[in-house]
C-alpha cells in the first residue's frame, strides 16, 4: 500500500510518516517545497502520477491571530487546497485524510464536544479550517479528523514543535511558566493521532468526522503542573487569561473534545496523562 504525506516535515506529518513506514507502508514524504498544495494542478500532476492508496494531508496555515490579518492565505492553506488535494484523491481512487481543529467550536460548552455539535467559528483561522473540512468530505472515502493542543517529536525541519516544548523548556530552565488557566483541552499527542490515523484506514473505518485526540479535558496550568511532577521539578506557575491578553483572534475557552466515536470504531486513545509521560520519556530519555 502507498501513502503520500504532505507537510511530511512537521510535528503531525513527521509522525504520520513514522508510524507508517513502522507499519509497512511505501511513503512518499513531500515537504512544501516539493508540492505547493495550493497550486490545484501541480497536485493533479503529482498525484497521478504517484498513484497512491492514501493521501494524508498536513499541511496547514496555524498562525491563528496572523489569519485575522492574511485572510487570503489562511484560505488558500486550510481551504482551496484541501479542494485540490480531495479532488485528486477522488480522481486516483485514493482515500483521503485531512486534520482540523477544535477552533471550529465556539467554546460556549460545558462537556466535550461531540462530532455531530454543530460547528461556531470565531475567527479567520477557525472558519478557514471549516471550510477545509467540508471539502474533504467532498470525497466520499474522506476524513476529517480534529485535533488540538498537539505535542511530540519535532520533524525533520522543528518548525512546529508545539506548545509543550516552551513550557518543558521553561521548567528546565527554573523559568516562570505563563499558561492558560481559563481554556479546558483535549490534548493530542502525534504518536498517537498518527497511530489512530493508521487505525482508521487500516480498520476500512467508515469515512467521516472523528475527534482524534488522547482521552480526557484539562486545562495547560494542569498539563505544566504534570509536567514538572514528572521531572521532578518546582512549577513557577504564571496564570494567565484570555480576558487578560489581547490576541487577535478569539479562542475558545472550553475546547475539549470527545473521542467516543473513534473509541467505537475499536481505536481507544490513552488518556493525555499517559501520553505526556511517554513524550516526557521520549525526550528526556537521555
Known sequence: MRLLVTGARGLLGAAIVREFEAGGWDVLAL????????????VSRRIEASRPDLI???VG???????EKDALSALNVNAIAVRHLSGAARRAGAAFVHYSTDFIFDGEADRPYVEDDRPNPRSVYASSKLLGEWFALDHPQGYALRVESLFGEPGPDGSRTGSLK???????AGEPVPVFVDRTVSPGYTADIATATRGLIERRAAPGIYHCVNSGATSWATIAAE???LLGLP????PITLESVALPARRPKYSALSNAKLAAAGIVMPTWQDALRRHVRSRFAS
Open 227 to 229: 509536567a514538572a511532577r
Open 166 to 172: 516552551a513550557l518543558l523548556s521553561r521548567l528546565q
Open 61 to 67: 496555515y496555524n498562525d491563528v491571530d496572523g489569519a
Open 235 to 238: 512549577l513557577d506557575l504564571k
Open 56 to 58: 494524508v494531508n498536513c
Open 31 to 42: 515537504d512544501r517545497a516539493a508540492l505547493d498544495v495550493t497550486d490545484g494542478e501541480a
